[in-house]
């Protein structure tokens, strides 16, 4: 008989259970201590380009990680298969590589007190994300696509207009009887127009609106109102010659540099020496307001659970606190190695052990507008896209491919690209000059526009 | 190549991938087209199904133990329906029949029509036989694989008593693919995978550097026993760190750039690789668009894009649409001579599909993708090419890179580079992007050195949120005009 006749439906298990049977079989088995993290979710995605419909997508996906340990040593393993072997063989596999891991003292589940979960509704999930009928979900993209291509006769080509739903479902069990989970949605439209000029050159650029429930996303219209925006004023970019200038960046590429702070600020690059910041904790790294926070609490948030990859309730954690260190992002391993408590930031993919993951991350706003900070930049670069990932954390050496506006006497005028920015983040964290009033969640990591002075423009 | 008798025990691999499908999961070819059948249902042109069925472990050694290991099966099945420009996708990752009959129900909903029937009985295709191993290195004992990390951890710490963190890692998969297709496609692949991984940081009493090194292939257990040793990477990655102590400041602005021979390679992939996949030049939103026969590199530049180089990383025998991979000229002389297609694209725009048509997963619609890109070598020796420089730079290891489709520009980032200072290479160079514009960057090239070299096979192209692994590289080049992003002036 073939095996599939085993292979249940998701629809037909009880995910709790089965994580917490999977532990109990793994301790059963001679593991000291497990956890399991159970996965289910379904995705919907349409494009929609020069307003036919291009790639439709739906489809549902499911796995399994378990991870034990064998007094101080650790191993894991991940499945999709569902079945009694299939399951089976998750089990004994990691009870079986177990056997070949080093004993490290700081390996193990976080301590029983640790354990919990959020209280209340946090906002995670609308059944809305799952309400249109697929016509409908089409006819978004489609708008979207024709608000980009109506805003402008300077758009004559598209990537297209993409509409996404998805909503998942998440379970952890550990063998210290904890039991949780929480079911999270997400629904997304974009626009990505090409504009052409009269010489044929093409820009693109793009527009989108994410929320977890589709009452809280923004019309179609707006967002390829805003994506056609964004393509044409990059028509008849160029170069500009090498210089030391003010640099503002956009909230979009502002949010990319605060990434590369959350990085540097992981426990496990910082115990391996491997960030620069690394050994900083406590002193002054960035100016007096410059106030960077992870808030895994905040409810409907992009990164909010109600706990994090090892079942330790998710937190805000001030990280900079006006430019002072105060604390780097933890799980249970990196926290022991470096003689702190978990921040509740453990990340749990299905297969490895836990890493690191932002709850909320952004750098507390300041009061002035976009428009301000830019009338108070006599020459410089308005930074709207970056090109390429040119950030070595060890060092804090930067240098990116970027795309913007020059800035002239306070006004944008031309648009640049083909040019890179490079300083180092050291530095960059304590020139930031100017920070915006216009914080805005698009993603789990946020930042208002900044203005950082000292950065090197190479061009001509 | 250095392994023998591969061919006879490739073979066997292929009986077992085979049956993999039709015994582990009880598929028999009826089914497969009874799932064409109803993938077809609604009118679609063409339909095809894509098994896989991947096993994956990785270990790794940091700070001298060895602190995970994890090993993973990921298995599923995804549908495709092509209608006009249309093509609809559903997967599922249980591979019971009713399960996949409702993927294909989904996905067939992209056409509107009567419906069509698939062709009777398959064609299989002759493939290539690329992967030289006695046994895939999934299959190998884990203790064997963990003896060779544990050698480059000791090995990358006895370099320099300034090594003060190694991490080391090592990760392979085996991934069993069946594709079949309502023309009559049927393939199947068992594509080996195997990487190695050494990350050392330096520190002296001012600075902290990191070093990285890496490589591998579809390969086994013995390529890392016998010809890329840990040895030979953790050197490398050790090496790196310590130069890196003493990098100065980048320069900024436009001047002349050596690549060194490998690597490097990423400037063929980011400049005009992507800018020739045919979906963006069939949408007309690629720079190289209706630049077929015009000249995009000086007459020095030959590139091309091979498939079908045994072992290497970017290699597969047959692309995820069932089609045998190819060695595709891009560029010859400096001329614009093919784009990379796979099926939809070859069909809408009446080219050859070459084979490129690629995909993360199960769970991902396939689209043309690079397999290995390479510049032919030319005839410069590359201290010629050194020599020939008055100031500018000498970058020989990289990051990685990301480029603008419709605008052309790119960049790549240089963890490896030096000064280049009359004729001289001097200074190490902290870390800094190269940036410039794919359709004209190419034809800067003047020099171009005899010593091609393919990467070590560390490659991994993303491309709207897909990862595949791909090769690169270029002999030795130098471009007498391109931005180097530092800082000092």
């Known amino acids: 008989m073939p095996a599939n006749t085993e292979i249940l439906s998701s629809a037909d298990i009880d995910l709790r259970e089965l994580a917490a049977d999977v532990v109990a079989r793994a301790i059963k088995g001679g593991a000291t201590a497990a956890d399991a993290v159970v996965r289910d979710g379904a995705e919907f995605s349409t494009v929609v380009r020069m307003g036919e419909v291009e790639t439709l997508k739906e489809a549902g996906s499911r796995g399994i990680g378990l991870r034990v340990f064998a007094g101080k040593r650790a191993a894991s393993t991940y499945s999709s298969d569902f079945s009694r072997d299939g399951l089976e063989r998750l089990i004994r596999g990691a009870l079986d590589l177990v056997k070949i891991t080093s004993e490290d003292p700081c390996a193990g589940l976080p301590q029983l007190s640790e354990l919990g979960s959020l209280p209340g509704d946090l906002k995670l999930y609308h059944e809305d994300v799952y309400s249109l009928p697929p016509e409908q979900r089409i006819e978004y993209a489609r708008r979207a696509e024709k608000a980009s291509f109506d805003s402008d006769p300077r758009i004559k080509n598209s990537e297209g207009g993409a509409f996404d739903a998805s909503a998942g479902r998440k379970v952890l069990a550990n063998s210290l009887g904890f039991l949780g989970d929480y079911q999270r949605s997400y629904c997304s439209i974009l626009s990505a127009p090409i504009a052409q000029d009269e010489n044929g050159a093409m820009q693109r650029d793009y527009w989108y609106s994410a929320a977890r429930s589709l009452a809280r996303l923004e019309m179609p219209e707006a967002v390829g109102r805003e994506a056609a925006r964004r393509t044409v004023r990059r028509l008849g970019a160029r170069k500009v010659p090498s210089a030391k200038v003010p640099i503002v960046f956009d909230r979009t590429v502002a949010a990319s540099v605060l990434g590369n702070i959350f990085d540097a600020a992981c426990g496990d690059l910082i115990y391996r020496q491997s960030s620069f910041l690394a050994g900083r904790l406590g002193e002054k790294i960035a100016g007096d307001h410059v106030t960077i926070i992870d808030d895994g609490a905040m409810p409907g948030g992009f990164g909010t659970t109600p706990f994090d990859g090892e079942g330790v309730p998710r937190r805000k954690t001030i990280v900079v606190e006006n430019g002072t260190l105060k604390s780097y992002l933890l799980n249970t391993y990196t926290a022991r190695k470096l003689g702190l408590s978990t921040t509740g930031n453990a990340a749990r993919g299905l297969a490895g052990n836990p890493g690191i993951s932002e709850g909320n991350f952004f750098l507390q706003p300041g009061n002035h507008s976009p428009q301000q900070i830019i009338a108070g930049v006599k020459r410089g670069l308005f930074v709207t896209e970056f090109l390429g990932m040119g950030v070595n954390l060890v060092t804090g050496d930067f240098s990116r491919g970027a795309s913007g506006l020059w800035i002239e006497d306070g006004e944008l005028t031309f648009p640049v690209e083909e040019v890179t920015v490079a300083g180092n983040l050291k530095d960059m964290l304590n020139n930031i000059s100017e920070i915006g009033s216009d914080l805005e969640f698009r993603s789990s990591t946020a930042c208002p526009t900044l203005r950082i002075d000292g950065m090197t423009l190479a061009g001509e | ?489």
Request: hydrophobic share 35%; with cysteine.
């Open chain 2, 1 to 489: 190549m250095p392994f023998k008798g591969a061919d006879s025990s490739n073979r066997e691999i292929m009986t077992q991938n085979q049956s993999l499908f039709f015994q582990k999961f009880g598929i028999t070819p009826n089914d497969l087209q009874r799932y064409l059948g109803e993938a077809l249902s609604a009118g679609g042109e063409y339909a095809d199904l894509y098994f896989e069925y991947l096993t994956s472990t990785a270990i790794s050694v940091d700070e001298g133990i060895v602190k995970s290991a994890s090993q993973g099966i990921s298995a599923g099945c995804g549908v495709r329906v092509l209608s006009g420009e249309r093509t609809g996708y559903a997967y599922t990752d249980d591979l019971a029949p009713e399960k996949i009959l409702r993927a294909a129900r989904t996905a067939a909903l992209i056409a509107r029509g009567p419906g069509q029937q698939p062709i009777e009985g398959f064609k299989h295709a002759e493939a290539h036989r690329l992967y030289q191993v006695s046994s895939p290195s999934a299959d190998a004992d884990i203790a064997a694989k963990l003896e060779l990390v544990m050698r480059a951890d000791r090995v990358a710490r006895a370099y320099d008593s300034r090594i003060v963190q190694v991490r080391g890692g090592y990760a392979d998969e085996l991934r069993q693919i069946l594709v079949v297709g309502s023309d009559g496609t049927f393939a199947s692949d068992v594509q080996p995978m195997a990487r190695f991984s050494v990350i050392c940081i330096a520190k002296n009493d001012k600075n902290t550097a990191k070093g990285q090194a890496g490589g591998g292939g579809r390969v086994g257990l013995e390529f890392f026993q016998a010809e890329k040793t840990p040895e030979y990477f953790a050197q490398d990655a050790a090496r790196q760190a310590i130069i890196q102590l003493d990098a100065r400041e980048a320069p900024a602005g436009e001047m002349e750039v050596v690549l060194g021979p490998g690597w490097p390679g990423i400037l063929l992939h980011e400049a005009i690789g992507h800018g020739l996949e045919a979906d963006f030049n069939r949408k007309g939103t690629s720079a190289f668009t209706g630049l077929i026969g015009k000249r995009v590199a000086s007459d020095k530049c030959t590139v091309v894009d091979n498939g079908t180089l045994p072992s290497r990383r970017g290699s597969i025998n047959v692309d995820d649409e069932g089609a045998p991979t190819q060695n595709t000229v891009l560029i010859e002389k400096g001329i614009l001579k093919a784009y990379l297609s796979d099926k939809l694209s070859s069909k809408l725009m009446g080219l050859p599909d070459t084979g490129n048509g690629r995909r993360e997963s199960y769970e991902h619609i396939p689209m043309p993708r690079m397999t290995n890109t390479y510049m032919l070598a030319g005839e410069d020796a590359p201290e010629d090419i050194i020599r020939s420089v008055k100031r500018g730079v000498y970058a020989v290891n990289f990051g990685g890179g990301q480029v603008d489709i419709t605008n052309g520009k790119f960049v790549f980032s240089a963890s490896e580079a030096y000064m280049i200072e009359n004729g001289k290479v001097t200074a190490p160079l902290k870390n800094c992007s190269l940036i410039g514009n794919g359709p004209d960057a190419l034809t800067k090239v003047s020099m171009v050195g005899n010593d091609l070299q393919l990467d070590e096979g560390v490659g991994t192209c993303g491309k709207d949120g897909q990862s595949v692994p791909v090769g690169v590289g270029i002999p030795t080049l130098k471009l007498d005009k391109m931005t180097v992003g530092g800082t000092a002036s």
